[in-house]
């Protein structure tokens, strides 16, 4: 089954420039014929002659970033994006989540759909839709949110994952907090699942574990895309009897949004070094998933200065709440594990029924898909997809900076005057409130 991908705005389609990127260098990767026909089926099409392109839909009110990615895609030499599969103006949003939610998105929506159409009618199974995008900005955010809910319209019964980029905690934009707010209680209602990567975090990567000294949006996005790669390309299922995956969508979110109140995910993958350094590193099963297990249970998100003081809970402890310590709870984890020696991997350690939510099984919280496909020339690797409360303090900064800013009633009227009332601010920290409630009380 085939996953149409829609990037919007600037960060959706740098990074998904890059995941295409990914995918494309990892199925060229030696003779792996099964694997990268399953591949490409999901990602890709190939026109009458014979060019590799990917199954997207490009969106943003400025040209320049589509430009580029379809420069940068079709100089690869390996594979392209459609040559009509793509729309921009020549004005932004100008970092207004109103003006593009309200605005553009409205006022372009018929063709916006019928690009997505396009798209969909290429497809012999539709597995759903990923639409890649940062929550900071207007385009991306406000834009982004007014697709998703053309697309649940359109199509009830497909599976949506939205990519979002958290923006920097110390700031890129002064309304991205507000942006972020109106972004995330929206899209609660319209995804089947939200997964987050976090710039803070992605940049201590790249410095800390890869030794990037100049460190460019290019670099960022690369480690985004290597991540959401590992995630999203072909593995063999619990229920797949030994046939590589046809509906990554579908089960991802089987596989971690069980309930309605909690969709939103975290990733961390092992191991990350810069290329020069893989060849001289060998990686046994047991030391990386020691570590990536210790990552879950501290929310750290490198391996990098772990804190092994950690533990989960006893018994006793499990009826109190847990968010007065550092103990990271779950309400469900997918561990995919690739490369050499795979069915080897010995993964009980994420069966512990202490790392998760009392009022769910550990046979039905943890899942595990493998292929012994090496990926990204790592010759074992692991990666971890979290349904926790790894991003529950971000979220609790967030609204609280964005609150304080409307208390003060700061920038208010830039988002009135576009048809955001005061009253819908009040409905989305209510809708995020809870959200950061129930993910609070795991325990």
Sequence with gaps: MSVVTVQLGQCGNQVGQELFDVVCT?????????YSAASC??????????????????????????????????????????????????????????????????????????????????????????????????????????????????YPKSFILNHLTWPYGTGEVI?????????????????????????????????????IKHISFSDVNRVIAHQLGSVL??????DSHGVYSRNPLGELVSALTCHPEYKLLSVCTIPQMPNSSIAYSTFSWP?????????LISNSKMEEGI????????GSERTRSVTGGSFNASVANLLVLRGKDVYSAETGGFEDPTLYT????????????????????????????????????????????????FASRAYI??????????????DNFTSLEQVISSYSELC
């Design 307 to 314: 804190d092994w003081q950690v533990r989960p809970p006893s």
């Design 41 to 154: 089926e999901r990602f890709f099409y190939q026109t009458t002659h014979g060019d590799l392109t990917a199954r997207a839909v490009l969106i943003d009110m400025e040209p320049k970033v589509i430009n580029q990615s379809m420069t940068k895609a079709a100089k690869s030499g390996r594979w392209k994006y459609g040559d009509t599969s793509h729309f921009s103006q020549k004005q932004g949003s100008g970092n207004n989540w109103a003006n593009g939610y309200c605005v553009h998105g409205p006022r372009h929506r018929e063709v916006v759909e019928e690009l997505v159409r396009r798209e969909v009618e290429r497809c012999d199974r539709l597995s759903g839709f990923m639409a890649m995008m940062s929550v900071a900005g207007g385009t991306g955010s406000g834009v982004g949110t007014y697709v998703t809910q053309c697309l649940r319209d359109i």
């Design 175 to 211: 309304v991205q907090n507000y942006n972020s707010v109106l972004t995330l209680a929206h899209l609660y209602q319209l995804s089947d699942a939200i997964l987050v990567h976090e710039n803070d975090t992605v940049h201590r990567i790249c410095s800390q574990l890869l030794k």
């Design 358 to 405: 009392s009022w769910l099984s550990a046979e039905e919280a943890f899942n595990l898909w493998k292929s012994p496909v090496p990926f990204n020339k790592y010759e074992k690797s692991a990666t971890l997809v979290s349904n926790s409360q790894a991003l529950l303090k971000p979220l609790d900064n967030m609204v609280a900076k964005a609150w304080n800013m």
């Design 287 to 295: 030391g990386l998933l020691k570590h990536l297990r210790q990552m």
């Design 413 to 426: 009227h830039q988002y009135v005057k576009f048809g955001i009332s005061e009253e819908d601010f009040l």
């Design 26 to 34: 990892d199925v060229r990767e030696g003779p792996r014929k099964t």
């Design 233 to 238: 390309q072909p593995a063999l299922t619990a």
